[in-house]
């Protein structure tokens, strides 16, 4: 039902420096595979084949990426090495993908909005690919399209975080409706701790309905001067309804130094360690 996928990537991956002075952050690896091939892969297991990704300036390694290597894959033909590039070509092969600019950093809501060129008029995932996600039994996004199923709302993901880190996040309020959903009331983007709503933080995956982009079209900009979908959600909430779900699993926050090493590490005992 829910088929297509919007990768906001053109952001400039500022704390990556000088790793992502001439190469985009989502192409930085985790042990073997980069960022963005987790998240695409976590968006096709959930359905989400046709994939849309906002880019910028310097992302050309991300199109590439997704898209057949004739030398090398001619040069490791019949050699054990092709085995590696198994999962990247199924990926091309189930998916299709779409690239659309976002010309100036105006936030993740101008992002989103830059995206409905590709998605149109029909409900639609958003992964923010620095945010890497480990489902207990399925994936993040998997989770929440069944949510949305049962719903028909715009859903965002949540997870408790310190006091301290609110500023880092769209933090929500609501009402409980189970140990794991919320109906948000209240939304305000990173806020400092003693103005923050609740330690309910927004992770980078959403499922959003497409009046979604009309609202943004009406959303002044916010904090930081730019276009938040955090207050285009909160309008949303208010005339209609967002769900806030507290996923099964895990994150790391890839865009971060700390975060990007505790999944390196993770993934190497997960792939390397357990074959020792
Ligand atoms: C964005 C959103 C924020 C959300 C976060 C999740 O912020 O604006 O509401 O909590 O992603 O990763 P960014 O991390 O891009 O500054």
Redesign the pocket.
Known sequence: MIKKCLFPVA?YGTRFLPATKAMPKEMLPIVDKPLVQYAVEEAAQAGLTDIGFVTGRGKRAIEDHFDISYELEHQIEGTGKEQALEGIRNLIEGCTFSYTRQMNMQ???DAILKGETIIGDSPFGVV?A??LCIGEDQGVLSQMVGLFKQYRCSIVAIEEVPADQTH????IDGEKISDTLVRVTDMV??PAPEAAPSNL????RYILTPDIFEIIRNTPPG?NGEV???DALLTQARTGCVMAYKFRGRRF?C?SVGGFVEATNYYYEKLYDSNA
């Open positions: 952001g936030g993740l809501g923010l620095d945010d880092s996040y769209g933090v983007e990173k933080a927004i992770i980078g904090k938040q979908i955090t926050d865009g």
